[in-house]
């Protein structure tokens, strides 16, 4: 199957469960899943496992969920290329944000094994997981708060756990003001104000993420789009321990 109807095909099944939670949810499902060449880049580079336990910090209205399961809806009806990985299914989805309003739309539209919460990352309890997702959201806290995250992050992962997580990139000059810009202007059509962001070089990052025991690698995933924003893919060994 070409790619770009695969893509169609993943926005489609992945938005229509937000038509229960408003007009406002599907249409920005369809527009962020449409615009983010992330979201397809995750199934494409088989990134998750199956059945991992998946953690969403900053999960907004749940839209990785969503895809995941979309992807598994195209899978079970037949129409999942045959060269692609089987995508996975998750052993469950917990997803917290900030924002109420997002929660609610989650919790409306998608079925467990997916949940929702409304709770600050700073201080959530983490529980355990296989995998944790933190796209976009790290430059939200302060960065003694992004270094407690990513150490309780650590903690929480299970030995060859993976963290995924999207980070502007500092250093990046005119591609780094273009994506900040972005953001200002999706808070404004969400209604919300942006606060200060608390943006690092990619090197910084990269650098906390290997104290911690990760292996990271970097990823643009932004397709032709002109960000900043780089994936990290921290992974850490099947023989680590707990954090120290
Ligand atoms: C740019 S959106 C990204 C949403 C989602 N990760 C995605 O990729 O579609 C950032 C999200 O982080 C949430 N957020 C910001 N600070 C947070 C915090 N301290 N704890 C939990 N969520 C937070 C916001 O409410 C918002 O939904």
């Not at 809806?73 to 089987?86: D, E, I």
């Not at 000059?173 to 953001?183: I, T």
Request: hydrophobic letters at 50%.
């Amino acid at each position: 199957m070409p790619t770009d109807i695969l893509r169609k095909q993943l926005i489609d099944h992945a938005s229509e469960p937000y038509r229960r939670a408003g007009r406002f949810a599907y249409h920005f499902a369809r527009g962020k899943l449409g615009g983010d060449p992330m979201f397809f880049a995750l199934l494409q580079r088989n990134l998750i496992p199956d059945q991992a336990r998946i953690l969403d910090l900053g999960c907004g209205q749940g839209l990785l969920a969503a895809w995941l399961f979309a992807a598994r809806t195209l899978f079970a009806m037949g129409k999942w290329p045959r060269n692609w990985s089987t995508p996975p299914q998750p052993g469950e989805i917990r997803g917290i944000d900030l924002l109420a309003a997002d929660v609610r739309r989650a919790q409306t539209a998608l079925p467990a094994p997916a949940r929702f919460e409304q709770g600050d990352m700073r201080y959530a309890d983490f529980g355990q997981a296989d995998v944790v997702v933190i796209m976009d959201v790290l430059h939200y806290v302060d960065p003694a708060a992004q270094d407690d995250v990513l150490r309780r992050v650590r903690a929480a992962l299970a030995p060859g756990g993976l963290l995924l997580t999207r980070v502007g990139d500092a250093s990046a000059g005119l591609a780094f003001r273009l994506s900040n810009w972005v953001d200002r202007t999706v808070a404004f059509f969400r209604g919300t104000r942006l606060p200060p962001l608390h943006c690092r070089p990619l090197h910084e990052w990269v650098a906390a993420l290997e104290a911690l025991g990760f292996a990271v690698e970097t990823a643009s995933m932004n397709g032709d789009l002109p960000f900043a924003n780089v994936m990290l893919v921290a992974r850490l060994g099947a023989a680590d321990g707990p954090a120290i």
